[in-house]
């Protein structure tokens, strides 16, 4: 089965307080983006990769994807006012016979095995989307103050979010709306069951400062 990963890019990254957003920082002399793509492309040797960035940075996502490994094997578009219109931007690149893996740009910790293990369950069941535990207590708020709950039953949900392609564009047909915080609650909406699979404490999502100080020493560890 054919393999397309889109590669989402294009939010501001405000959190982190920087004027460059989180994508493009350095890790290692190498930006945040760069080691993603190339988790990718080393994955499958016949992957395909559809970048989305902002306008402002298609010059500088070009210059990034010819330091890739597979720079040939990089479609560059551009994203939308939010995560969902940046994803159907991407998907418009996709074809109807493919797994589509859908990933933040700013993970780029994720091990090619976790890849792989999305590829195979989603064959299987449709979807895969990756989660951890928690491993805090966690408590809710309610009209009655805030009570605990188990965090057995919870799960922190990673991508790469990962799909038959039929599924995921047959569901961004569906117009906006604003309770789609990942493709896992737009497949949901159109009724299908979300499959979970194991994915990885180290797969973090560079959000905040603190953030690139724990992604430099999981990378220097690595090496
Ligand atoms: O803002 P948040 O951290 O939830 O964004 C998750 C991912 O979606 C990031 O990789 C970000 O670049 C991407 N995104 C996007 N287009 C937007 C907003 C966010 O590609 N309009």
Redesign the pocket.
Same mark, same amino acid.
């Given at each position: 089965m054919k393999k397309y990963a889109i590669i989402? /890019? /294009?939010? #501001?990254?405000k959190?982190m307080g920087k004027l460059v957003?989180k994508?493009f920082l350095l890790l290692k002399q190498k930006p945040v983006l760069l080691h993603t793509l190339d988790v990718f492309l080393k994955a499958f040797d016949d992957m395909q990769i559809i970048l989305?960035v /902002?306008s402002e940075y298609v010059n500088d996502a070009k210059t990034i994807s010819r330091s890739s490994v597979s720079p040939k094997k990089i479609t560059i578009t551009v994203?939308?006012?939010?995560?969902f219109? #940046?994803?159907k931007n991407g998907l418009a690149h996709v074809p109807e016979d493919a797994v589509v893996f859908v990933h933040?740009?700013?993970r780029c910790l994720l091990s090619e095995k976790l890849i792989m293990r999305c590829y195979y369950a989603a064959l299987e069941k449709g979807n895969a989307i990756p989660s951890v535990r928690p491993v805090d207590s966690l408590r809710v708020e309610t009209h009655n103050g805030n009570v605990v709950i188990d965090r057995d039953k919870v799960h922190i949900i990673q991508t790469p979010q990962t799909f038959d392609s039929k599924i995921l564009k047959a569901a961004f047909m569906q117009g906006y709306q604003e309770s789609f915080t990942d493709e896992a609650t737009v497949v949901e909406e159109m009724g299908e069951r979300i499959n979970l699979v194991e994915g990885e404490e180290n797969n973090i999502?560079i959000?905040r400062p603190i953030d690139l100080v724990i992604a430099e020493s999981i990378l220097s560890e690595r090496l």
């Open positions: 989402v /890019a /294009a939010g #501001s990254g959190r957003p994508q989305v /902002a994203g939308g006012e939010t995560r219109h #940046s994803v933040d740009g700013v999502k959000t």
